[in-house]
């Protein structure tokens, strides 16, 4: 049955693909040991550096003195033209004001300069990235109190803290709450930057966030309390209560548009197509979600089908697309690789991401044309999966060696070879196959968690690193971003590959028809190595809020100047801050 099993292609190609992200994460874990290495033995060049310059002798020091000089000097401007103006009587120079152009050969412009952000847009966004960490922070403490009761299902019997209550609550804080401020909040800055005009209003922007918050708080407590929408996973919130959010997102839509309808740039640059597009359709989303006209029997279930995978592919993964275009080549210093191919990626991610929904239910009451054209479009994902894969890293091309030094790049890398590998992997997941086998386990909680948290939260990770010190001009401490990053990748590892190994199993005993028991008996070791992956990736969220305190804590920290370049640039700074009298 092993052989039988390890020769099927889905099989194979999740194998596959679950070695990416290890195999990437040990060849960072060398880099960052060996420029360890590095730095240890230039900090002992350095202190034998130290000792030479100690026992320099008067004669060297003074012959370090002359050839300082020698090195220092430059020629003046006019020691050999002379102080004579410039005369041209023959008229040999000319035209010197214009420049010709070889028309055939395409010239690279300069960006133009862009406006500083102001203080309240700053604000804005600091207080959208704060209130999704604090939902990181909620809803993976619930996620972690469930992780628990995996392994001590007795802990409590409160019906408040039960199962069904409160995972909805871990899923839905992760969706409309972290993932979904912490984008909002990152485009407030991108598509004021790339359209190079400021934000329409700060005051829509701070409606948005209220009515938002409003939504993930009444949610939360009314899905506690029992009260839910019954329809489906991902929509469990009322419709009252969603609606609060469609408006906050509805408010948000109009702010980006009249921003960009405000733009001095000619272009509307391709992050404003994804995040544009992920607003756009996040509403209808929810319109079909919610609207009760066509959910009846089986129809329920192809709408749920489509909402909870759109909800994914079209809003998170469209939106943190959007934002890893803009950021990662800003991080990098350099353009995105190929503009042409975020476009194809776009296009044909729009074509077949609608239509994959019922590939979660294959072999269902579905109509079976269905189900083919959902593994058909699953199959077609390919597309923009590869060519977004290809752009990000043929934009790493000539960078490779700043991953040695960059605390940001990690989480970069790691977010884009999750998002080849899992995206894919769902690909494969969805053959009919690999389907029979999977579906209904704990097969899909690894997938679900392989891309929400693999590719967009790690996307999201970066993308704050990456902005936050430009919105406050304090760096986090370095330490603890290794520390966090660690933490997270190496737990959702044991999370994920945990939960395939023992899912595998437990659905090839279901088709050899053993009791249900014995699959639960059996996932008993797999759910302690998920609730020990899952402590890692929660402890790490705390570690992320300590390092996001660290970057917006205006506290200054009081230095006293030690070199004597420190002292005289104190010295300066005094002398021009001095209390002079008025007139």
């Known amino acids: 049955m092993n052989n039988a099993l390890l020769g099927e ?20 874990a060398v880099v960052k040991t060996y420029g360890t290495y590095k730095n240890l033995q230039k900090k002992r060049q350095y202190l034998d550096f130290q000792k030479k310059v100690a026992n320099l002798s008067p004669e060297e020091i003074q012959e370090y003195e002359k050839r300082g000089e020698e090195l220092g000097y430059q020629l003046p401007s006019n020691e050999l033209s002379g102080d004579l103006p410039v005369s041209d009587q023959k008229g040999i120079i000319t035209n010197i004001n214009s420049v010709e152009e070889i028309l055939i050969i395409p010239q690279k412009k300069s960006i133009a300069a862009q406006k500083y952000i102001s203080t309240a847009s700053s604000t804005l966004i600091l207080y959208f990235l704060g209130f999704s960490i604090l939902w990181l922070l909620v809803g993976t403490s619930a996620g972690e109190y469930l992780g628990i009761k995996f392994v001590a299902p007795d802990v409590d019997h409160s019906s408040w803290l039960s199962f069904g209550r409160l995972r909805p609550v871990h899923t839905n804080l992760v969706f409309w709450g972290w993932s979904s401020f912490a984008m909002v909040g990152l485009a407030y800055y991108v598509i004021p930057r790339v359209s190079n005009v400021e934000i329409y209003s700060v005051k829509l922007g701070y409606y948005s966030l209220i009515l938002m918050n409003a939504s993930v708080i009444l ?31 509805c408010i948000t839509l109009y702010n980006y548009l009249k921003t960009i309808a405000r733009r001095v740039t000619k272009e509307i640059y391709v992050s404003n197509w994804y995040i544009i597009s992920a607003m756009m359709y996040v509403i209808v989303i929810l319109l079909v979600a919610y609207l009760p006209f066509w959910q009846d029997g089986l129809a329920e279930t192809i709408i749920q089908g489509y ?5 994914v592919g079209m809003w998170f993964m469209f939106f943190c697309l959007g934002l890893m275009y803009y950021f990662l080549p800003q991080q990098l210093n350099k353009p995105i690789y190929s503009y042409s191919l975020g476009i194809l990626a776009f ?17 269902s009451a579905i109509p079976w044309w269905m189900q083919t054209v959902a593994i058909v479009a699953s199959v077609g994902m390919v597309i923009p999966v590869v060519a977004g894969s290809a752009n990000f890293l043929l934009t790493f ?15 970069y890398l790691i977010s884009i070879l999750f998002y080849f590998s899992g995206s894919l992997q769902g690909t494969a997941e969805a053959f009919r196959f690999t389907n029979l086998i999977w579906h209904f386990t704990d097969f899909t909680v690894a997938h679900s968690h392989m891309t929400m948290y693999g590719i967009i939260t790690f996307m999201l990770w970066a993308f704050i690193y990456t902005l936050v010190p430009r ?90 100047p030690t070199t004597p370049a420190e002292i005289l640039e104190a010295k300066k700074q005094l002398q021009n801050t001095e209390f002079k009298p008025t007139k």
């Open 9 to 28: 292609s889905g099989i194979q190609i999740t194998l596959f693909l679950i070695l990416i992200p290890v195999l990437a994460g040990l060849a960072i």
């Open 471 to 560: 919105l406050t001009g304090k760096e986090p401490p370095k330490i603890w971003v290794g520390i966090h990053f660690w933490l997270a990748l190496i737990g959702l590892m044991f999370y994920i590959i945990s939960l395939m190994i023992g899912s595998t199993e437990k659905g090839l005993m279901w088709m050899a028809k053993k009791p249900f028991i014995e699959g639960v008996v059996h996932m008993a070791p797999y759910w302690l190595w998920r609730a020990i992956g899952g402590t890692m990736m929660w402890i790490s969220h705390f570690v992320f809020a300590y390092n996001f305190y660290k970057m917006v804590n205006r506290k200054e920290v009081i230095v006293i």
């Open 307 to 311: 909402y909870m995978h759109q909800g």
């Open 219 to 249: 949610g939360s407590l009314s899905l506690m309390a029992g009260i839910n929408n019954a329809g489906g996973e991902y929509r469990e919130y009322i419709w009252p209560i969603m609606a609060l959010f469609a408006a906050g997102i």
């Open 397 to 411: 091309n000539g960078s490779w060696h700043q991953l040695r030094t960059s605390y940001t790049l990690p989480f």
């Open 347 to 363: 296009w044909t991610q729009i074509l077949f991401y609608t239509l994959i929904g019922s590939h979660h239910f294959i072999f």
